[in-house]
C-alpha cells in the first residue's frame, strides 16, 4: 500500500523547482488544499510565487514551507537523479526530500486529515507558501507577510517545516534565530613600487592589527536562549598578482551571527570606533539580512513537544542555533514561530534523502499539534 504523505513527497521532487522556480509546485498543493475547503490567495510578487490559504475563522495556526529548492549540484555524484525520487533502503532521495517538500507533503497530508476529522472546526488553519527561500528571499514570505500585515489579518501561531532535526526525528526545535549582518570593508593604500616603499602606504600591513582586534573580540556569552554572538571573516582580497607591487586597496567581507544582547547598531558602531582608532582609510557598506527573533515559552512551543513526545517518546531540545529562515519575517507578525521538520543531515548536499518512516511520523506530529491548539 502506498502512503499518501510519500507519494505528494515524490510528485513534489518531481518537479525540478530550482530556486525561485516553482515549476507547478504550488498547483499541486493548491488543488489538494482547494480541494480540501480551504480558500486560497495567489501572492505572486516579481519572479516568485506565494500564495496564502485558510481553512475556518478566527485564532490562526499557519504552516509555512517554501517549494523551491537549492541547485542539484554535480548530478554525476548522486546515485539516482536528483529529480527522480526514489526509495532505497528505507530513504527517499531526491532533492527538496528534507529540505522541504517532505515537510510540505507531511503539512499537506496532515491538514487533510484534520479537517478531515473536524470539518467545523473552531479557529483557522492556515498555509504560507513560497518559492524564493532558498535564493534571494525578497520576493517571497517578507511579500507575502507585509501583504498581510497591511490588512491587518491575524496569525497567532506558525509553524516552519524547515529541517531541524539533527540525529533522530524531532530531537530539535528552533524557537528563533540569531540575527545575521554582513559588513564590506575597503580599506584604502597607495599603489606602488616595493622597492619603494617610502613612496606607497600598503593597506594590507595597515588592515592587520584591526583584523587581530576584530577576531579576538568576545562580542557577548549569549543568554539563555541564545549562543554567544560570533563573527566571521568570509572573504578578504588585496593584491594585483604582481609580487613587486604594493596594492592600492584591500577588500574583506565579515558576518555576524548575533544574540539578543546585542543589536545591529551597536556591532556597525564598535566596529567603526576600531577603524577610527586603527587610522583606517576606509569605506565600508552593512547589510543586515535578519534580526534575531525568539518565541519564549508558550501555547505553540508546549504543543510542539507534547506532540514530539507522544509521537517519538521523547522531549526535543530547544534551541536557536543555525541560519536564518524565513520564521524571523513571521515573527514580526507577533506570532508565535517554531521550526520543526526532518533530519538536516543531507540538505543543500548530494543524495538529500528523508527517511520514509520519519516522513510519515512528521505527518502524525503536525497533526497532534493542529489538534492541540486548534480547538
Ligand atoms: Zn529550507
Same mark, same amino acid.
Given at each position: 500500500m502506498t502512503c499518501p504523505v510519500i507519494e505528494l513527497a515524490q510528485q513534489l521532487i518531481k $518537479? @525540478? !523547482?530550482? !530556486? @525561485? =522556480?516553482d515549476q507547478g509546485c504550488q498547483d499541486i498543493l493548491i488543488q489538494r488544499l482547494r480541494h480540501t475547503g480551504f480558500t486560497i490567495e495567489r501572492m505572486p510578487f516579481g519572479d516568485t510565487l506565494n500564495f496564502w490559504a485558510y481553512h475556518g475563522t478566527g485564532t490562526t495556526f499557519a504552516f509555512a514551507g517554501h517549494t523551491d529548492v537549492v541547485p542539484a549540484g554535480d548530478t554525476s555524484k548522486w546515485q539516482t537523479p536528483p529529480f527522480d525520487p526514489v526509495i532505497r533502503d528505507g530513504m527517499l532521495y531526491g532533492r527538496? +526530500? +528534507? =529540505?522541504m517538500k517532505g515537510s510540505l507533503a507531511a503539512m499537506v497530508v496532515a491538514a487533510e486529515r484534520f479537517v478531515e476529522a *473536524?470539518? =467545523? $472546526?473552531p479557529g483557522r488553519l492556515a498555509f504560507l507558501i513560497t518559492s524564493d527561500e532558498e535564493a534571494s528571499a525578497t520576493n517571497g514570505t517578507v511579500k507575502v507577510v507585509e501583504t498581510l500585515m497591511s490588512r491587518h489579518e491575524r496569525l497567532d501561531y506558525c509553524l516552519v517545516g524547515e529541517p531541524s532535526s539533527h540525529q533522530r526525528l524531532g530531537d530539535i526545535i528552533k524557537n528563533g534565530r540569531r540575527g545575521s549582518l554582513t559588513a564590506s570593508l575597503t580599506i584604502h593604500g597607495i599603489q606602488g613600487h616595493v622597492a619603494y616603499p617610502q613612496l606607497a602606504d600598503n593597506p594590507i600591513h595597515h588592515s592587520l592589527p584591526f583584523l587581530q582586534e576584530l577576531v579576538n573580540i568576545q562580542w557577548d556569552n549569549g543568554n539563555e536562549f541564545f549562543p554567544a554572538t560570533s563573527m566571521q571573516i568570509a572573504n578578504i582580497q588585496a593584491g594585483?598578482? !604582481? *609580487?613587486?607591487v604594493i596594492p592600492g586597496k584591500l577588500w574583506v567581507q565579515f558576518n555576524f551571527r548575533f544574540s539578543t544582547e546585542l543589536t545591529d547598531t551597536e556591532i556597525r558602531q564598535r566596529v567603526e570606533d576600531m577603524l577610527k582608532k586603527h587610522n583606517l582609510k576606509y569605506d565600508i557598506d552593512w547589510w543586515l539580512s535578519g534580526q534575531p527573533f525568539l518565541t519564549c515559552k508558550g501555547e505553540l512551543v508546549d504543543a510542539v513537544v507534547d506532540s514530539i513526545e507522544q509521537c517519538c517518546g521523547y522531549k526535543p531540545e530547544i534551541s536557536t542555533s543555525g541560519g536564518t529562515s524565513d520564521g524571523r519575517f513571521i515573527a514580526k507578525m507577533g506570532a508565535q514561530v517554531v521550526e520543526l521538520g526532518p533530519i *538536516? +543531515?543531507?540538505? $543543500?548536499?548530494?543524495n538529500e534523502g528523508i527517511s520514509v518512516s520519519d516522513l510519515q511520523k512528521l505527518s502524525l506530529i503536525y497533526q497532534r499539534i493542529m489538534e492541540q491548539l486548534i480547538k
Open positions: $518537479h @525540478p !523547482s530550482v !530556486s @525561485p =522556480d527538496g +526530500a +528534507a =529540505d *473536524n470539518p =467545523d $472546526h594585483t598578482g !604582481s *609580487n613587486n *538536516n +543531515a543531507t540538505i $543543500h548536499k548530494v
